[in-house]
């Protein structure tokens, strides 16, 4: 209990604080009541005076420069006409400079190798043209922070090598001259003479005038650099363009640069013929020299500069090349035909000496045939006859001689020639008789070979055998036919015995025969 009642005070106390902070409590409502009406007011107050305001000039006044890219991307057409929304707009912005380096600073500082080809980085490329054009036609100062940025985005963008004169995408090229011309970036990239570089490799391009303008160069000292590095790149009709556009020409003359441009024409060609050498690269080189000065034609009927001597010598110099492509031409078709004559010819002669080779090759072939057919057949016959004779001497030599009477010696001279090729024994003839009778009379078939004739081809004729074909009897086949022919027992006279059926013979016309 007395414990209880020593806790007392502090609550007291505890209550009496919180009566304090009631008070404050009570105070601060107030004064948030105060501060509430007040913002309500202010708020008011704005809606009321921003109430005439587009989308675009709200997003311009609050400096929203990524919101101010995606609108300008949904909406293209706030570009076609640039007077009527975006220029009030970003005159509303507090520092334009830096609103459009902000809705740009996602392109400009792409890493390398990104922003080239894609649709989004053209768009962007093409967006950041049309803002830096409008800040430029407004005439808008760029603020010493704007003009930092701008440095370190022209910085990070030529190190991401996007911006150098052998680019392709040109429009790239265009907007980084744009930047350092709106911002008075020459210096701080790389100097005038790496910005006339960039010039010359878009010189070709509608603006390259106007942006060179834009540069904020001296022309009095930069304009003859410019022109020379035009030149010695082959762009001598970019030069003109640019003497034309600034009204220079009573400074830089027109004829020798023109002329120069012809000359390298010429030289182009030339370089065409001088690798290849052939008729094919003679013709290529006149059309590249003719591309050439056709180009050289329509600049100066487009710029009016017929007056000028220029148009005369190019056009005489394009008949020239239409002549001599014309002689080309007829050398080449004459010297077709000639080609083709000779190969006739050559085809004519070689056929000619495939049929001699051929002709000669058959007679050689069939000459060959003959000879092994004729001693083919001297080799049969030669067999033949010897094989004959070898049995008729055989056979008559295991005969017995055939008794005569009155003429042995004659008998066994036909018997010794091999006149008769056997005589049988007739049974009629009575034992005892001497005398041959019942001989019959048999035809002699196997003749000897004889001494008279040259060889066993004349003998059986065929000597007579020649390439031609003709077969002609010799004489000594007469006389062999004259030996088969002539029987010399044909000439025995047969008598009728009266006393008996024997018959005698007269071996006497035996000596006829002439072997």
């Given at each position: 209990?007395?414990?209880?009642?020593?806790?007392?005070p502090?609550?007291?106390?505890?209550?009496?604080?919180?009566?304090?902070?009631?008070?404050?409590?009570?105070?601060?409502?107030?004064?948030?009541?105060?501060?509430?009406?007040?913002?309500?007011?202010?708020?008011?107050?704005?809606?009321?005076?921003?109430?005439?305001?587009?989308?675009?000039?709200?997003?311009?006044s609050?400096?929203?420069?990524?919101?101010?890219?995606?609108?300008?991307?949904?909406?293209?057409?706030?570009?076609?006409?640039?007077?009527?929304?975006?220029?009030?707009?970003?005159?509303?912005?507090?520092d334009?400079?830096?609103?459009?380096?902000?809705?740009?600073?996602g392109?400009?500082?792409?890493?390398?190798?990104?922003?080239?080809?894609?649709?989004?980085?053209?768009?962007?490329?093409?967006?950041?043209?049309?803002?830096?054009?409008?800040?430029?036609?407004?005439?808008?100062?760029?603020?010493?922070?704007?003009?930092?940025?701008?440095?370190?985005?022209?910085?990070?963008?030529?190190?991401?090598?996007?911006?150098?004169?052998?680019?392709?995408?040109?429009?790239?090229t265009?907007?980084?001259?744009?930047?350092?011309?709106?911002?008075?970036?020459?210096?701080?990239?790389g100097?005038?003479?790496q910005?006339?570089?960039?010039?010359?490799?878009?010189?070709?391009?509608?603006?390259a005038?106007?942006?060179?303008?834009?540069?904020?160069?001296?022309?009095?000292?930069?304009m003859?650099?410019?022109?020379?590095?035009?030149?010695?790149?082959?762009?001598?009709?970019?030069a003109?363009?640019?003497?034309?556009?600034?009204?220079?020409?009573?400074?830089y003359?027109?004829?020798?640069?023109?002329?120069?441009?012809?000359?390298?024409?010429?030289?182009?060609?030339?370089?065409?013929?001088?690798?290849?050498?052939?008729?094919?690269?003679?013709?290529?080189?006149?059309?590249?020299?003719?591309?050439?000065?056709?180009?050289?034609?329509?600049?100066?009927?487009?710029?009016?500069?017929?007056?000028?001597?220029?148009?005369?010598?190019?056009?005489?110099?394009?008949?020239?090349?239409?002549?001599?492509?014309a002689?080309?031409?007829?050398?080449?078709?004459?010297?077709?035909?000639?080609?083709?004559?000779?190969?006739?010819?050559?085809?004519?002669?070689?056929?000619?000496?495939?049929?001699?080779a051929?002709?000669?090759?058959?007679?050689?072939?069939?000459s060959?045939?003959?000879?092994?057919?004729?001693?083919?057949?001297?080799?049969?016959?030669?067999?033949?006859?010897?094989?004959?004779?070898?049995?008729?001497?055989?056979?008559?030599?295991?005969?017995?001689?055939?008794?005569?009477?009155?003429?042995?010696n004659q008998?066994?001279?036909?018997?010794?020639?091999?006149?008769?090729?056997?005589?049988t024994?007739?049974?009629?003839?009575?034992?005892?008789?001497?005398?041959p009778?019942?001989?019959?009379?048999?035809?002699?078939?196997?003749?000897?070979?004889?001494?008279?004739?040259?060889?066993?081809?004349?003998?059986?004729?065929?000597?007579?055998?020649?390439?031609?074909?003709?077969?002609?009897?010799?004489a000594?086949?007469?006389?062999?036919?004259k030996?088969?022919?002539?029987?010399?027992?044909?000439?025995?006279?047969?008598?009728?015995?009266?006393?008996?059926?024997?018959?005698?013979?007269?071996?006497?016309?035996?000596?006829?025969?002439?072997?």
């Open positions: 209990m007395g414990a209880q009642r020593e806790a007392n502090s609550v007291l106390a505890a209550v009496e604080s919180l009566q304090t902070y009631s008070t404050a409590l009570s105070d601060f409502t107030s004064a948030w009541r105060s501060l509430y009406s007040d913002a309500t007011g202010v708020d008011s107050a704005l809606a009321s005076r921003l109430e005439g305001y587009s989308q675009l000039e709200l997003l311009c609050g400096m929203d420069g990524p919101g101010l890219r995606a609108y300008l991307i949904e909406h293209r057409e706030e570009l076609r006409d640039p007077a009527g929304a975006l220029d009030p707009a970003l005159l509303v912005a507090p334009p400079g830096l609103l459009v380096l902000a809705a740009a600073a392109f400009c500082r792409a890493p390398p190798g990104e922003g080239e080809t894609s649709g989004d980085a053209k768009v962007s490329c093409r967006l950041l043209i049309d803002l830096l054009d409008r800040i430029r036609a407004l005439g808008v100062k760029p603020s010493p922070e704007a003009r930092e940025e701008a440095r370190a985005v022209a910085a990070d963008w030529k190190r991401s090598k996007r911006i150098e004169a052998q680019v392709v995408f040109k429009n790239e265009i907007a980084f001259l744009l930047l350092v011309g709106v911002f008075g970036l020459v210096p701080d990239v100097g005038t003479g910005v006339l570089d960039l010039v010359v490799s878009i010189s070709s391009r509608e603006r005038v106007e942006i060179f303008l834009g540069l904020g160069l001296d022309l009095d000292k930069q003859p650099i410019l022109i020379q590095s035009m030149i010695s790149k082959g762009k001598q009709l970019d003109v363009k640019f003497i034309q556009a600034l009204n220079l020409v009573h400074k003359p027109l004829l020798p640069i023109l002329r120069s441009y012809m000359n390298d024409a010429k030289n182009a060609g030339s370089l065409i013929r001088i690798r290849g050498g052939g008729s094919s690269s003679q013709d290529a080189g006149d059309a590249k020299e003719r591309t050439l000065l056709g180009a050289l034609q329509k600049f100066i009927k487009e710029q009016k500069l017929e007056e000028l001597r220029i148009l005369e010598e190019a056009n005489n110099r394009m008949t020239q090349l239409d002549q001599q492509s002689e080309r031409k007829r050398a080449a078709s004459i010297a077709a035909a000639a080609a083709a004559a000779q190969e006739v010819s050559k085809k004519r002669a070689a056929n000619a000496a495939a049929a001699a051929h002709e000669v090759s058959k007679n050689i072939l069939d060959s045939k003959r000879r092994q057919l004729l001693v083919n057949v001297a080799q049969g016959s030669l067999g033949q006859s010897t094989h004959s004779v070898d049995t008729l001497s055989q056979q008559l030599m295991s005969r017995q001689s055939i008794p005569t009477v009155g003429v042995p008998y066994q001279v036909a018997s010794s020639h091999n006149i008769l090729t056997g005589i024994h007739n049974p009629l003839l009575p034992a005892g008789n001497q005398r009778v019942g001989i019959q009379n048999q035809a002699l078939v196997a003749p000897s070979v004889q001494t008279q004739y040259s060889g066993v081809a004349d003998f059986y004729n065929l000597a007579s055998i020649r390439p031609g074909g003709l077969n002609v009897p010799s000594t086949t007469s006389s062999r036919s030996l088969y022919s002539e029987d010399p027992l044909a000439s025995v006279s047969r008598a009728s015995d009266k006393k008996g059926s024997s018959y005698s013979y007269s071996l006497s016309n035996m000596s006829k025969y002439n072997p």
